[in-house]
């Protein structure tokens, strides 16, 4: 599909007039997400499939904001990406809690979990074992509750 | 007739509105260009195509195969496939002439149309909810339809429509509207109906999505369960009208109507058309280019005098050359992304 249909999956709400889509509507709405996530594409009509991995992920991203959503739930959202996508997506994230979306993200990638983070809780076997809030986070600390769970 | 296309080949980088022409993949016009040169062919070896009424007959012979081929879309496009429509005509025939016979026209026509949206529905259920494969349920109910429409009729075909019913019925099959065939009417406006819903209504967006990718339709809160109902009370409804049409043509209820190579030339339109297996890309022009392609070629077979045997052979090899030029087209396309 292409991207615009991606993009206004889950808000197509938004593009419709008497009940009917409006795909012009949609197209210019998912240029302006695009430009927000600089997702590099021909343009709205580009076929998703045909993207890089990390274009992938900022479209499957802008489909979530397209709904303007006030809480997030991210699930390793750079998994498998390459350091520039990596960096592109932490931007995002980091820009949608300034303008006051609460964020969660589950990851398993320290580094990434402790630049975003206002507040870290570590999981072990299944059990949250221990909460660290106010960054700046001392990652031996966090990691020896990884590492240890609640023996620590 | 030329389809937008869905993806933009060209550089529009700037502009949020591509222009027309960007918005035109040279590979999808594949059918068109082969039904244009199609024409040019057959115009210069025999001068019985090119005149009016061949192209009216041929237009009119097509009217149900583009009614049901437009249904098709829908599985097709949703990564199915329907084969119940050939044994949904068949149902259709005796169940709307049965009915014509004993209450009239107009309650013969809703019967008709409301037997093959049951069928869809049926298999629709099967496939949505109980998630059964498109494949297995619609073959199922093509025995299913089959068999009932022979038991409808106990075997033989329901003649002697009563007048007036039996005129009007003919001239939904067989009647003019000035120079208009009213079949290819009314096949113009499904086809009409059946573009605006997949492009401007929430419903047709879901039946790309599911298509494209039903886990991820799903999370994305499209009710994938039913709008899997909807597009096989789609194709079963139209399977339905087709069926209308065709026994129109003859005035009576035949429960082997459908049983010949109908569904195949359903399926191998939207197929011929462009219109993915895999579902998501696609569209009704693309289906009635691809019925066009079938109808035509097979017209002009006949006017060289080719048999039909042989006109078997090249259908068949259109079928699987246009798919072969189809996944050419799409690993080109994502070999060659950015």
Do not use: C
């Amino acid at each position: 599909m292409p991207i615009f249909k991606n993009v206004t999956l889950a808000s197509l709400d938004r593009d419709m007039v008497a009940g009917t889509l409006r795909p012009q509507r949609e197209r210019v709405r998912t240029r302006r997400l695009m430009d927000g996530l600089a997702v590099k594409a021909t343009g709205p009509d580009a076929l998703t499939r045909t993207l890089s991995g990390g274009n992938q992920q900022k479209v499957a991203l802008a489909k979530w904001l397209a709904t303007d959503a006030r809480v997030l739930l991210f699930d390793e959202p750079t998994q498998g990406l390459d350091v520039r996508a990596k960096a592109d997506i932490h931007r995002i994230i980091h820009g949608l809690a300034e303008a006051g979306a609460a964020v969660l993200i589950v990851s398993s990638d320290l580094e990434e979990a402790l630049g975003l983070a206002e507040r870290v809780l570590v999981m072990h076997s299944g059990r949250l074992v221990a909460e660290f809030r106010d960054p700046p986070f001392e990652p031996e600390a966090v990691m020896e509750a990884i590492t240890m769970g609640d023996q620590a | 007739m030329t389809e937008r296309s869905d993806d933009a080949s060209s550089s529009e980088r700037t502009t949020s509105r591509p222009r027309f022409w960007s918005r035109i993949d040279v590979g999808n016009l594949g059918p068109l260009i082969a039904l244009i040169v199609m024409f040019v062919i057959y115009s210069t070896l025999t001068p019985n195509f090119l005149t009016v009424s061949n192209i009216t007959n041929v237009l009119v012979q097509s009217a149900a195969l583009t009614v049901l081929a437009a249904g098709q879309t829908f599985p097709v496009l949703s990564a199915g496939l329907d084969l119940s429509q050939g044994s949904i005509v068949s149902l259709v025939s005796v169940v709307t002439a049965g009915t014509i016979l004993n209450f009239g026209l107009v309650p013969g026509l809703i019967a008709g149309v409301a037997t093959g949206v049951a069928v869809g529905l049926l298999s629709g259920v099967l496939v949505g909810l109980a998630r059964i494969q498109p494949f297995i349920v619609t073959l199922g109910m093509l025995y299913v339809g089959s068999g009932a429409a022979m038991v409808f009729t106990d075997g033989s075909v329901i003649f002697g429509l009563p007048e007036p019913a039996v005129s009007r019925f003919f001239w939904l099959g067989g009647g003019f509207i000035g120079p208009i065939p009213v079949p290819v009417l009314i096949a113009a406006i499904v086809v009409a109906l059946i573009y605006f819903v997949l492009n401007y209504t929430r419903f047709g967006r879901h039946v790309y999505a599911v298509g494209g990718n039903a886990q991820v339709a799903h999370m994305s809160g499209v009710p994938v369960a039913w709008v899997k109902v909807g597009i096989y009370m789609i194709s079963g409804g139209l399977a339905g009208l087709g069926g209308i049409l065709l026994s129109a043509r003859v005035i009576s209820g035949q429960p082997l109507l459908g049983s010949g190579d109908l569904l195949l030339l359903s399926i191998g339109a939207v197929i011929i058309g462009g219109t993915s297996i895999f579902g998501g890309e696609g569209g009704v022009l693309r289906t009635v280019v691809g019925v066009l392609v079938i109808a035509f070629m097979v017209n002009g077979l006949n006017l060289l005098a080719i048999s039909t045997f042989m006109q078997s052979i090249i259908v068949g090899a259109i079928i699987i050359a246009s798919v072969w030029a189809n996944t050419i087209r799409s690993r080109r396309k994502v070999g060659g992304a950015p």
